[in-house]
Nanobody, 119 residues
C-alpha cells in the first residue's frame, strides 16, 4: 500500500505560478512511476507529468515549457512547478504512483488538490 498526500493548490491569477507537492508513504520502495494527473469539471482525468525510477519524464503537450516535474522516488517526494498558468489549467490535481509487485502494476492516487486560475 502507498499513501499519497498532495499540497500547494490554491487560487492564482493567469500568468502566475504555483508549486504542488506530493509526499508518499507506505510501501514506497516499490514505486516505479510517480507524477501528476488533473481533472477539470466535466472532463476526463488527464496526464500532466510523470517521471519513472530511471528519471525519464513525460509531459502533456499542453503543459510543456510551462510546468516542471521534479523530485526523488527514493525520497518519496514529487513536485510540480507550474508557471505561466492559464485559466484552462483549472482542475483538481492528483498525485499518482504506480507500484510494481510480482510483475503486476498497481495504481495509487492522492485525494487531490484544487488549482484555480482566474482570468
Amino acid at each position: 500500500q502507498v499513501q499519497l498526500v498532495e499540497s500547494g493548490g490554491g487560487l492564482v491569477q493567469a500568468g502566475g505560478s504555483l508549486r504542488l507537492s506530493c509526499a508518499a508513504s507506505g510501501s514506497t520502495f516499490s514505486i516505479n512511476v510517480i507524477g501528476w494527473y488533473r481533472q477539470a469539471p466535466g472532463k476526463q482525468r488527464e496526464l500532466v507529468a510523470t517521471f519513472n525510477s530511471g528519471e525519464s519524464t513525460n509531459y502533456a503537450d499542453s503543459v510543456k515549457g510551462r510546468f516542471t516535474i521534479s523530485g526523488d522516488i527514493a525520497k518519496n517526494t514529487v513536485y510540480l512547478q507550474m508557471n505561466s498558468l492559464k485559466p484552462e489549467d483549472t482542475a483538481v490535481y492528483y498525485c499518482t504512483a504506480v507500484v510494481v509487485v510480482a510483475g503486476h502494476d498497481y495504481d495509487y492516487w492522492g485525494q487531490g488538490t484544487q488549482v484555480t486560475v482566474s482570468s
